[in-house]
T-cell receptor
Framework: DAKTTQPPSMDCAEGRAANLPCNHSTISGNEYVYWYRQIHSQGPQYIIH???NNETNEMASLIITEDRKSSTLILPHATLRDTAVYYCIVRVEGGSYIPTFGRGTSLIVHP | NAGVTQTPKFQVLKTGQSMTLQCAQDMNHEYMSWYRQDPGMGLRLIHY???????DQGEVPNGYNVSRSTTEDFPLRLLSAAPSQTSVYFC??????????FGQGTRLTVV
């Protein structure tokens, strides 16, 4: 799986959009970008994933650049409950897969 | 749906004691895995399984044993607990080609 690079920490004001970047410059054509988050002391939670098109669900939006070397997770209206560590992972869709995690980005949403 | 259930939630062991952390999933997922998370660190993979009867080592397997006799259960055994195994342990399951679901963790202290 391709490696990812994320900033160690970010902060955001409540109600504003939180934009979390991820660099995955060695991504292969058949690798997807997955995002998880881990709220303090809880197990990680799946957020969203995509291949090359932008994706949106009830939690977030995922913007992947045309060359697929980077992506941005967008929380459109961040709340205090979005304070968490966010992990960006790339993986081949299908087949045997056990996720491995880096350090992620610690997002703090402040009032 | 219960999802991924870990027991116990908290445990204190004395050095040298043995114990088993339980993990059960009711989603009929093929893949299951165990991670440990130390303060300020990401999740590190201990052992994983791609199906009943099949297990393999992850990044940090020493001091831990696993077995997978059924699809639903994936227990993690500590044979002789050491203070270095003080950590939060997470179990996860995932279907073929799908996202991972995590349990709420077991907080283990070895004194």
């Amino acid at each position: 799986d391709a490696k990812t690079t994320q900033p160690p920490s970010m902060d955001c004001a409540e109600g504003r959009a939180a934009n979390l970047p991820c660099n995955h410059s060695t991504i292969s054509g058949n690798e997807y970008v997955y995002w998880y988050r881990q709220i303090h002391s809880q197990g990680p939670q799946y957020i969203i994933h995509g291949l090359k098109n932008n994706e949106t669900n009830e939690m977030a939006s995922l913007i992947i650049t045309e060359d697929r070397k980077s992506s941005t997770l967008i929380l459109p209206h961040a709340t205090l409950r979005d304070t968490a560590v966010y992990y960006c992972i790339v993986r081949v869709e299908g087949g045997s897969y056990i996720p491995t995690f880096g350090r992620g980005t610690s997002l703090i949403v402040h009032p | 749906n219960a999802g991924v259930t870990q027991t116990p939630k908290f445990q204190v062991l004395k050095t040298g004691q043995s114990m088993t952390l339980q993990c059960a999933q009711d989603m009929n997922h093929e893949y299951m895995s165990w991670y440990r998370q130390d303060p300020g660190m990401g999740l590190r993979l201990i052992h994983y399984s791609v199906g009943a009867g099949i297990t393999d080592q992850g990044e940090v397997p020493n001091g831990y044993n696993v077995s997978r006799s059924t699809t639903e259960d994936f227990p993690l055994r500590l044979l002789s607990a050491a203070p270095s195994q003080t950590s939060v342990y997470f179990c996860a399951s995932s279907p073929l080609g799908g996202e991972a679901f995590f349990g709420q963790g077991t907080r283990l202290t070895v004194v």
